[in-house]
């Protein structure tokens, strides 16, 4: 039972937008700054958004993220069958004095 | 380039021990934060450890007295000292490397390619 809470799967059609959420608590995604993971299959993760919002460089402008209160949200734009991947949300709990990821969300582009 | 690469993985017997280490070149390791990230077979992530600049380690509580993290600044190495393995343990190793020491520890931003370790009779 992962601390950070994501849907198991998502799906949408090429050239749609998908929304991924990650849930958790004032310990960790409300008190501290939420990064976002893709991981293609059989690759390493790769860091998409960090500090909630933020790209790092060469990540295009279709990946956004967001935090409102105790959950935050990766969104996809212009969807591409090479987008299909796993994602994660992480941070890290100031309770448990450890570094928290979500169960992960499959991606599958239709 | 800024790269990450990971080593000494295999296959150990439960109960056994085994050392990882993660090559770092493009930057120092002392400077950032450094981590152990695994991937059991078919399941997510999984955070291991961190080390902070000043020493300051953090571990998972399903490895916590078993497992060591720590670093050679003189080889830019960080290693993963893995104790006690068990059949749980089972997992591809990522090593990640965190945000400069200036900052939080709020990503991971270049990844190895991990290394993997089987634990099994």
């Known amino acids: 039972q992962s601390v950070l809470t994501q849907p198991p799967s998502v799906s949408a059609a090429p050239g749609q937008k998908v929304t991924i959420s990650c849930s958790g608590s004032?310990?960790?995604?409300?008190?501290?700054?939420v990064s976002w993971y893709q991981q293609l299959p059989g690759t390493a993760p790769k860091l998409l958004i960090y500090?909630?919002?933020k790209r790092p460089s060469g990540i295009p402008d279709r990946f956004s993220g967001s935090r409102s209160g105790t959950s935050a949200t990766l969104g996809i734009t212009g969807l591409q069958t090479g987008d299909e991947a796993d994602y994660y949300c992480g941070t890290w709990d100031s309770s448990l004095s450890a570094w928290v990821f979500g169960g992960g969300t499959k991606l599958t582009v239709l | 380039e800024v790269q990450l690469v990971e080593s000494g993985g295999g296959l150990v017997q439960p109960g056994g021990s085994l050392r990882l280490s993660c090559a770092a070149s493009?930057?120092?390791?002392?400077?950032?934060?450094m981590s152990w990230v695994r991937q059991a077979p078919g399941k997510g992530l999984e955070w291991v450890s961190v080390?902070?600049?000043?020493?300051?380690?953090y571990y998972a509580d399903s490895v916590k007295g078993r497992f060591i993290i720590s670093r050679d600044n003189s080889r830019n190495t960080l290693y993963l000292q893995m104790n006690s393995l068990r059949v749980e343990d089972t997992a591809v190793y990522y090593c990640?490397?965190?945000?400069?020491?200036?900052?939080?520890?709020?990503?991971?931003?270049?990844w190895g390619k991990g290394t993997t370790v089987t634990v099994s009779s």
């Open positions: 004032s310990s960790n995604i409300g008190n501290n700054y």
């Open positions: 500090d909630n919002n």
């Open positions: 080390i902070y600049s000043g020493g300051r380690k």
């Open positions: 493009g930057f120092t390791v002392s400077s950032n934060y």
């Open positions: 990640a490397r965190g945000p400069p020491i200036s900052q939080y520890y709020y990503y991971m931003d270049v």
